[in-house]
């Protein structure tokens, strides 16, 4: 805020008929130039919102530009700082795209549905309708009065039924394909919450909400295939402007490897094996299996050291998949009493089972 002077010097004479003192001074100067953000901000948040400032119709003479946020998951009371850190450095990108002349949509939603709602309500007793919608409501306010530049005219919750009947036909159109389909996988499972987590939802062997001891559990649940595009998963990202760094984290979740699969003789079974270098197969001299592959539980009775192999595969089932893998300490436990048949020189070879070997369907 500019002050004009000579006004200035008028007004501190009228108002201390010339003797302010030079703290007086001080403090009416920083009163003025004090930029008040309560008012001002409330002020042209509402004359945006009263004339939809960010609103988007088509405009065909436009260049479109799309950008798109994370949805918040409003099982929360309100915000936490990661909200507005991503929002923000996108709104900028809105608002210069705006200037440039672009027809900018940049929407918001709520990601509405889970489990920790349920266990909310079974807590408090209130309807999860109700705490989502109370949740949104504020979830909205905090949005709107940190001024992000959303299109509010096409904001939608995932648990409103004219959005999730258009998922559930998509999921049909899965399932018709075969790309939908159920499969058995251990999981971090939070026994307090009843509730599957994500690696960066498990800190320290614990649920980052409650604080209660995650273990490693089998659950039967729907899949999607997205393994069977992941060609064009990675070969498109050729075609986004995306920094190299991010263009090699989606390369490394899409997880495509070429190989081929050996069978190793083991017990009355065959030991279905993935490599990337089969031609290395004539030197194998062990074996690793996760700690949760069935074979361990199905020969169980003919090892010599079940009780060791029991103690294993309890603390490997309090770790997530991040604490498996990153940890630079490698540990096991032979499963003695039985081996693998190494298919291309007839030797057998011991097995044992690790946590950092993870297994998949």
Sequence with gaps: MQVNY??????MNKKYNGKASFDEWVKEWHMEDRYNFKAIEKKWQEIWEDEKAYKVEIDKNKEKFYALVEFPYPSGAGLHVGHPRSYTALDVIARKKRMQGFNVLYPMGFDAFGLPAENYAIKTGVHPAVSTKENIANFTRQLKAIGFSF???RCFNTCDPEYYKWTQWMFIKFFEKGLAYKAKMAINWCPSCKVGLANEEVVNGHCERCGAEVVRKDKEQWMIAITKYADRLINDLDGLDFIDRVKS?????????????????FGEDKLKVFTTRPDTAFGVTYMVMAPEHPFVA?????LENPAEIKDYVEETAKKSDLQRTMSDEKTGVELKGIKAKNPYTGEMIPVFISDYVLIRS
């Design 6 to 11: 000579d006004n200035w010097i008028e007004k």
């Design 298 to 302: 199905k020969y169980m009775d003919k």
């Design 151 to 153: 299109d509010w005219d």
């Design 249 to 265: 984290q989606q390369i490394n979740w899409i997880g495509r490897s070429e190989g081929a699969e050996l069978d190793f003789d």
